[in-house]
Structure formats: structure tokens, C-alpha cells
């Protein structure tokens, strides 16, 4: 099992940035695929950006040009850092991590605590 801890949440104005952490411990295989969904009140689970240990990276088309994911396999960290922030970016951060490909999960499926994101003036 892989454990996830998030950091970096916080309040923001609208056009602003932050950097969002998830460290991840356990045991990390090579097909590991980590990122970070979001959760908003009284909205399902959405996709916001995936990372492969490879590079590979997806990203959700309301963050397309906005937000960058990336990682560091040695520390087992990847990073979400967003900018041009909107309101509708307000949601709670939900980091993920499973065995697989982008798109197809194999098992090992682990989510971290989640860290909010409050983008408002």
C-alpha cells in the first residue's frame, strides 16, 4: 500500500497561484501513476492533472494551459502548480496514486487526506 500526504492548499485570489505537494511512501513501483483529482461541495470526483514515473502527464480541459504536474522520482513526490486561478478552482485537492497507465488502473489503488483550495476575492 502506498501512503499519500498532501500540502500546499490555502486561499487565493482570483489570478493567483499555488503549488500543491503529495509525497507518497510505501511501496512505489515502476508503473506507479500518481496525481490529483478534485472535489468540489455537491460535485462528483473529478480528474485534474496525472503524472507516469515515465512523464507521461493528462490533464483535465478546464486546466489545460493553467496548471503544470510534475515529478520527482527520487524524492516519490509530484507537484500541481497552478495558475491563473478561478473561483471555480475551489474544491478539495485529492491526491491519487495506483499501478497502471493513464487511463487503466491495474490495483494499488491510494488516495491521501486532501488539502482545500479556496480561490476568492
Known amino acids: 500500500q502506498v501512503q499519500l500526504v498532501e500540502s500546499g492548499g490555502g486561499l487565493v485570489q482570483p489570478g493567483g497561484s499555488l503549488r500543491l505537494s503529495c509525497a507518497a511512501s510505501?511501496?512505489?513501483?515502476?508503473?506507479?501513476?500518481m496525481g490529483w483529482y478534485r472535489q468540489a461541495p455537491g460535485n462528483e470526483r473529478e480528474l485534474v492533472a496525472l503524472?507516469?514515473?515515465?512523464?507521461?502527464?493528462k490533464y483535465a480541459d478546464s486546466v489545460k494551459g493553467r496548471f503544470t504536474i510534475s515529478g520527482d522520482n527520487a524524492k516519490n513526490t509530484v507537484y500541481l502548480q497552478m495558475n491563473s486561478l478561478k473561483s471555480e478552482d475551489t474544491a478539495v485537492y485529492l491526491c491519487?496514486?495506483?499501478?497502471?497507465?493513464?487511463?487503466?488502473?491495474?490495483?494499488?489503488?491510494?488516495w491521501g487526506q486532501g488539502t482545500q483550495v479556496t480561490v476568492s476575492s
Open positions: 503524472i507516469t514515473r515515465g512523464g507521461d502527464t
Open positions: 491519487n496514486a495506483y499501478r497502471g497507465k493513464i487511463g487503466v488502473r491495474y490495483g494499488q489503488n491510494s
Open positions: 510505501g511501496t512505489i513501483f515502476s508503473d506507479n501513476v
